[in-house]
């Protein structure tokens, strides 16, 4: 092994950390291999390197998509002597990678115990809106002529709190993805090729390419057959998510704009957006936890299940709550309802930057960074000459 | 009573288990290893070599059945049986539909082995993904899989198959009994000998140094093929065809584990540098052709080294030219230095770089060609990419031979028949490594070793099938049976 000359012009080489030396290790196995070229992007982004760096290790980390493909067709997995586990050492980096670049850097160590963060920000959130609504109403069971919750929280009062915080996590995480893709080292690339590499990696995050095994069957999960499920739940997931952020974005801007005041009727475009969307953050996290459930054992970091769990069921608590608060708006439930729907709405973005919500921000990034160097000429042309 | 037993769990026996079962007849496939070690050497294989007339999905312009006829009958120096060996090759040209059929995948050459773009189909993800789907398709056909299920002798009534048996074992911690398995046929399918240290050892006997070659050979192949089955045929008096010291044999990295070193571990920088023995002097031209048409022979040049040992030795000019070696170069800054790392005589070592270095004659340096960069006066020569090693840091790797799979095996026939005294068993077949050696006798090309399994596994379980009383339109045009 070539060691560090302290005498060698340029700059220090970061010393690696366990998780990270052993991605090293892996990719340098992986890297004489080359088997699992075609399930992935992360083994053409390691055949243009002979040697990984910690920027490159950060990088091929959040480009892994666990799908598993490369650990079942491994010759080199358990019980051989190399113990080649892809998913697994890239997910333990990934985690650290979350931690180290999350901003504040101090709020990273939430990652540690991320279950514990998720469960006490959703408590703390119900505690407080359970008492404001005690606060401001003497009671939780109050019923509003035409399910007008702001009779309860004023509109601005809301506007101003949920802005703040969504602000507030839309900041951290944007900086937390700067720091990382500055970090990682962009290639540098034309205009025209870093257009055509944003489209590229935007369809791979919208159409979750990666998770399509290569071949269209889809990933692994609870062994070595393929299932397209996982893609299906998380579109489920994510798009539902969306849904739901653009029935809040149409009702603030007929708010604000053209001054029409919730509540809206079920045949409102807000209201459909959110019923559409929020029967997607149903499905789509049910899913997503009955395939955790089964998940081979194998499978990345068995440490961030409670992470993995813990935004699922968040996710899913969020959507129930507000298709309840929906359903019994015009009942007894409406104070209780919402206080427990906006609780868990705080929570959710509260943690923003610091749960599993911030890997597909990193993956995109790791995507776009794929996207742009794949343009440039390979600096490697092993034995293709 | 099962029709046809399997006895195996790679690809051929996998192909003749899958064939046998679509045929209609009951199978039942035992595989010597545990489950995670199941699919023999298929596991570390990549690609099969395909003939093919024109462009196919991941096949690139015509391979036609003349070419790959010509290029295994170079590689194996006329050791070879033109009839199988055609037979393989046809075969090689339609049998990817049924494949996939079974979930296998195929993907574009990977990147290091663009220079058989034209000739192999790669599997996506390599062979045990294609080990994968065979057995997710064979238990969805009811094929009945038993894993640590090694067989040891094999029960006969003249030349016609009566029972497969069993020793009790110890297989991932328990005590299983012995067990006589009857069947109608049974195709065999269980790999070579390399995994055999002592059948090696007695194949590949003492130099005339003392040393015992095989004792320091590396296994890059399953390290369950101990030839257990291969043995008892041989005593049972099946014919048998090919010599016990030939086999698949490649220079890999002497820090390579005992077994299953697999692709990762060859070393790929011998036509960019050049190659000297533990006396530090050079046996062999390192630049005699194109590394993909000579790595195969290297593995028995080392063997003839004293102490089964080389080393690579390239200077900076080769870095990012050849496939990431798999463990680090020993790397130093002068010739001295590096001798000494390696443990070599350093003067001796030093002046055979002086000499190769005086030697050399720089003309253009093409490593996509057979450049005109040679040694004059040198002995051995270097006769392409001759370039002197002079930018430190200088880098080596330590070579010992690596066996992939052996190629003694039974002889057979288009019918995949095992034969005692040239008569055909009426219910006995052969398929995989078990009888390569009729079609490949020496020497390797990529990707043959998967496009005989695939046609002889396919052949043998349509056979055995037939022989078992399931009929169909291939079984009965013996020669054509893959086609």
């Given at each position: 092994m070539q060691l560090f000359d302290p005498k060698a012009p340029g700059t220090l080489i970061p010393v690696l950390n366990l998780d990270e030396s052993e991605v090293q290790r892996q990719m340098t196995v992986c890297n004489a291999c080359r088997y699992c070229e075609g399930f992935c992007a992360v083994f053409p982004a390691m055949t243009r390197r002979l040697e990984f760096s910690q920027a490159d290790i950060h990088y091929l980390a959040n480009l892994c998509h666990n799908c598993g493909a490369c650990l079942h067709a491994c010759q080199y997995a358990a019980p051989h002597e190399f113990a080649i586990n892809v998913p697994k050492a890239m997910a333990k980096v990934r985690?650290?990678?979350?931690?180290?670049?999350?901003?504040?850097?101090?709020m990273g160590t939430l990652y540690r115990r991320n279950g514990l963060t998720l469960a006490l920000a959703s408590g703390a959130?119900?505690?407080?809106?359970?008492?404001?609504?005690?606060?401001?109403?003497?009671?939780?069971?109050?019923?509003?002529?035409?399910?007008?919750?702001?009779?309860?929280?004023?509109?601005?009062?809301?506007?101003?709190?949920?802005?703040?915080?969504?602000?507030?996590?839309?900041?951290?995480?944007?900086?937390?993805?700067?720091?990382?893709?500055?970090n990682v080292s962009p290639v540098e690339a034309s205009r025209e090729q870093t257009t055509s590499a944003a489209l590229e990696a935007s369809a791979n995050v919208a159409t979750l390419k990666y998770l399509d095994g290569g071949h269209g069957e889809g990933c692994n999960?609870?062994?070595?057959?393929?299932?397209?499920?996982?893609?299906?739940?998380?579109?489920?997931?994510?798009?539902?998510?969306?849904?739901?952020?653009?029935?809040?974005?149409?009702?603030?801007?007929?708010?604000?704009?053209?001054?029409?005041?919730?509540?809206?009727?079920?045949?409102?475009?807000?209201?459909?957006l959110g019923i559409v969307g929020g029967f997607g953050l149903l499905v789509g996290p049910a899913g997503l936890l009955w395939l955790n459930l089964r998940r081979n054992a194998e499978h990345g970091d068995e440490q961030q299940k409670p992470m993995d769990r813990g935004f699922i069921a968040l996710l899913f608590l969020v959507s129930a709550s507000g298709l309840a608060l929906l359903a019994f708006r015009e009942s007894m439930a409406l104070g209780l309802l919402l206080a427990i729907h906006l609780g868990l709405v705080m929570a959710f973005f509260l943690t923003m930057p610091y749960s599993k919500f911030a890997h597909g921000i990193f993956r995109s990034a790791a995507l776009l960074k794929y996207s742009i160097e794949k343009r440039q000429p390979n600096p490697i042309n092993a034995a293709s000459d | 009573m099962i029709d046809v037993l399997v006895i195996g769990g790679g690809n051929a026996a996998l192909c003749a288990a899958l064939m046998a079962r679509e045929a209609g007849a009951s199978v039942m496939l035992l595989e010597g290893a545990p489950k995670a070690w199941r699919g023999g050497n298929s596991q570390h294989t990549r690609n099969l070599r395909c003939m093919h007339d024109a462009p196919q999905d991941v096949l690139v312009e015509a391979y036609p059945e003349e070419e790959y006829w010509q290029d295994l009958l170079k590689v194996t120096g006329g050791m070879t049986n033109e009839k199988l060996a055609r037979l393989v090759i046809r075969a090689s040209s339609n049998c990817r539909d049924w494949m996939r059929a079974h979930g296998v995948h195929f993907q574009p050459s990977l990147s290091g082995a663009l220079h058989v773009a034209r000739t192999n189909a790669f599997f996506m993800g390599g062979g045990k993904a294609l080990v994968n789907a065979y057995y997710r398709s064979a238990e969805r056909l009811g094929v009945n899989i038993r894993y640590n299920a090694q067989v040891t002798d094999i029960e006969l009534n003249g030349g016609t198959?009566?029972?497969?048996?069993l020793s009790a074992r110890d297989a991932e911690g328990q005590r299983l009994p012995a067990e006589r398995i009857q069947a109608r046929t049974c195709v065999l399918a269980a790999g070579g000998f390399e995994s055999n240290r002592e059948w090696l050892r007695e194949a590949w006997g003492q130099n005339e140094r003392g040393e015992w070659p095989s004792d320091n050979f590396l296994i890059r192949g399953t390290r369950f093929n101990t030839g257990v089955l291969l043995r008892r045929m041989q005593q049972l008096g099946a014919d048998f065809i090919g010599d016990p010291t030939q086999a698949h044999m490649v220079a890999i990295d002497a820090r390579a584990p005992l077994y299953d070193g697999g692709i990762c571990t060859r070393i790929d920088c011998v036509s960019l540098g050049v190659v000297v023995n533990r006396?530090?002097?050079?046996?062999?031209?390192?630049?005699?052709?194109?590394?993909?048409?000579?790595?195969?022979?290297?593995?028995?040049?080392?063997?003839?080294?004293?102490?089964?040992?080389?080393?690579?030795i390239i200077d900076q000019q080769a870095i990012g030219r050849f496939m990431p070696p798999v463990f680090p170069g020993t790397k130093a800054n002068s010739l001295e230095d590096l001798a000494r790392q390696l443990k070599l005589p350093v003067a001796p070592f030093v002046s055979t770089i002086q000499a190769y270095n005086a030697a050399c004659r720089v003309g253009t340096f093409d490593h996509t060609a057979l450049d005109d960069c040679r040694t004059e006066g040198l002995t051995p020569a270097k006769t392409h990419w001759a370039r002197p090693l002079v930018k430190p840091p200088f880098c080596a790797y330590p070579l010992k031979p690596g066996v992939t799979f052996t190629y003694l095996g039974l002889a057979t026939d288009a019918t995949a028949a095992v034969r005692f005294n040239g008569q055909a068993s009426p219910n006995l077949f052969v398929a995989g490594e078990m009888m390569a050696g009729n079609v490949l006798g020496k020497g390797y090309t990529a990707g043959i070793g998967m496009a005989i399994g695939t046609a002889f596994g396919r052949i043998a379980g349509v056979q055995a099938a037939a022989a078992a009383g399931f009929i169909t339109r291939s079984s009965q045009e013996p020669q054509h049976a893959a086609v």
């Open positions: 985690l650290d990678t979350y931690a180290e670049y999350a901003w504040p850097q101090a959130g119900l505690a407080l809106f359970l008492c404001l609504t005690l606060m401001m109403m003497g009671n939780l069971f109050t019923a509003m002529p035409g399910g007008n919750l702001y009779g309860i929280f004023p509109h601005n009062t809301l506007a101003l709190m949920f802005g703040a915080v969504f602000g507030f996590a839309v900041l951290a995480l944007a900086i937390g993805v700067r720091r990382f893709w500055r999960n609870a062994d070595d057959r393929f299932t397209l499920w996982r893609r299906r739940f998380h579109h489920f997931t994510f798009y539902g998510f969306m849904l739901c952020f653009a029935a809040t974005g149409v009702a603030t801007l007929y708010h604000f704009l053209l001054g029409w005041s919730a509540p809206y009727p079920v045949l409102s475009v807000p209201v459909m | 198959f009566v029972a497969a048996h006396d530090g002097e050079r046996f062999y031209d390192e630049g005699e052709d194109f590394w993909p048409k000579r790595y195969a022979i290297w593995g028995r040049l080392v063997a003839g080294q004293p102490g089964q040992q080389a080393y690579s």
